[in-house]
């Protein structure tokens, strides 16, 4: 079944140290986003992704870094220099950025600073 | 000014009533428009794009008004299991734009 796959589930960071979040999608989808989810202030967008070797900045990018070498895939880093990042990611996937036929979504990495 | 709004409820309703949600937008340019549906803890899965005449499916019934800039969905014979959080969201050129999301429980 094609799909979106995100991982890990549950994601615990010490103060100062950089962790990946994995996305991986078959959808065969071309666009691929990143967005977390505080609460009460709804998803808001990190990266974007519309080809393979391109992304851009979403509104809240600053201690964040992706990349797209792979279509299927977007990992995600959390840096050390986002200050507050405690929160829930999601990743999701169209078929084409422009064409708003909606997203689909993987089930989120809850991220928690310890 | 937000570019999608939604009032975030909570709205706590019987089992079989009706209940209508709204979300306005700010950019009259924008072209599509989505309600999901995320349970608690979970991702967010598409309900039902809305289209210019309105659409329905079951007992969900969306609407847009392009004059006024807002979308609408109405659930009729609520269930239990329509307890969520509903989100509206707006196509506006690249963009995709998320309400907070609208909180509903369907009370036994």
């Known amino acids: 079944d094609g799909g979106i796959t995100q991982s890990p589930k549950y994601l615990f960071r010490k103060e100062g140290q950089n962790v990946t979040l994995s996305c991986e999608q078959n959808l065969n989808h071309d666009a691929m986003y990143w967005y977390r989810q505080d609460p009460g202030q709804g998803l808001r967008l990190i990266y974007y992704?519309?080809?393979?070797?391109?992304?851009q900045k979403g509104d809240i990018a600053e201690g964040y870094s992706v990349s797209r070498e792979k279509k299927e895939s977007f990992p995600l880093t959390v840096t050390s220099a986002q200050k507050n990042p405690t929160a829930f990611y999601l990743c999701?996937?169209?078929?084409?950025?422009?064409?708003?036929?909606?997203?689909?979504f993987g089930s989120g990495t809850r991220l928690t600073v310890v | 000014r937000k570019e999608v709004e939604q009032d975030p409820g909570p709205f706590n309703v019987p089992e079989g009533a009706t209940v209508a949600f709204n979300c306005t937008y700010s950019?009259?340019?924008?072209?599509?428009f989505f309600w999901y549906r995320q349970d608690c803890r979970k991702e967010p899965k598409l309900l039902m794009s809305v289209y210019s005449s309105g659409n329905e499916d079951g007992r969900f019934t969306a609407q847009l008004n392009r004059a006024s800039q807002y979308i609408s969905l109405l659930i009729r014979d609520s269930k239990l299991s329509d307890s969520a959080t509903y989100l509206c969201?707006?196509?506006?050129?690249?963009?995709?734009?998320f309400g907070t999301g609208t909180s509903l429980t369907v009370i036994p």
């Open positions: 950019n009259s340019a924008s072209q599509s």
């Open positions: 969201v707006v196509n506006s050129g690249n963009q995709f734009y």
């Open positions: 999701a996937s169209s078929i084409d950025r422009s064409r708003g036929r909606g997203y689909t």
């Open positions: 992704s519309q080809i393979v070797n391109d992304f």
